[in-house]
């Protein structure tokens, strides 16, 4: 037996063109559009104030160096004061061997990465933990919607 696809089962469905999923489709993609240009236009907002500021690359950039003090979590008052510190909270001291500068390096610590792994480890767990609730009751659900379809059907008979 020969099936054929009709040109019906190629076209959108009907479903698809009802006037609330159309303008939610228009609002996602209008939503996604202007971040994706606001964001090309924010991006040359920032190259035309590089072009303006000449900054001054760190040495640690520019030069070999050594490590003077391993990485390790800002204090209150460094966090502060360094902006090596913000971007993730722990910090090296750098010497820069040619210019002999000691300098902040921000810098990612074993504590943190194993601290975020095990949060995120947590995360899963915890939404594993909840979707497989939310599964169980809706096929408990199902099954009872489902005896009572049958024994309607048995006491109509």
């Known amino acids: 037996m020969c099936t054929r696809v009709m040109e019906s089962d190629c076209r959108i469905p009907m479903s698809c063109l009802r006037p609330r999923i159309l303008a939610l489709h228009a609002l ?6 202007l971040r994706v240009f606001g964001a090309a236009l924010l991006s040359d907002e920032k190259a035309a104030v590089a072009v ?9 950039q520019l030069e ?3 490590v003077a003090k ?21 910090v090296e001291t750098i010497n820069c061997t040619k210019s002999n500068r000691e300098e902040y390096k921000s810098c990612r610590s074993t504590k943190m990465e194993e ?6 480890e ?3 767990l ?10 169980v009751a809706r096929q408990r659900s199902l ?11 048995i006491e109509s008979i």
């Open 28 to 33: 996602f993609w209008g939503l996604v559009s």
């Open 52 to 60: 303006t500021k000449p900054v001054t690359a760190p040495c640690w």
């Open 64 to 66: 070999e160096f050594v």
């Open 70 to 90: 391993e990485c390790s979590a800002c204090e209150g008052f460094h966090s502060k004061s360094i902006p090596a510190c913000s971007q993730t909270g722990f």
């Open 115 to 120: 601290h975020l792994f095990w949060k995120f």
């Open 122 to 124: 947590g995360t899963m």
């Open 126 to 135: 915890g939404l594993t933990v909840v979707f497989a609730i939310v599964v």
């Open 143 to 153: 099954d009872r919607q489902a005896s009572d379809k049958v024994r309607r059907q």
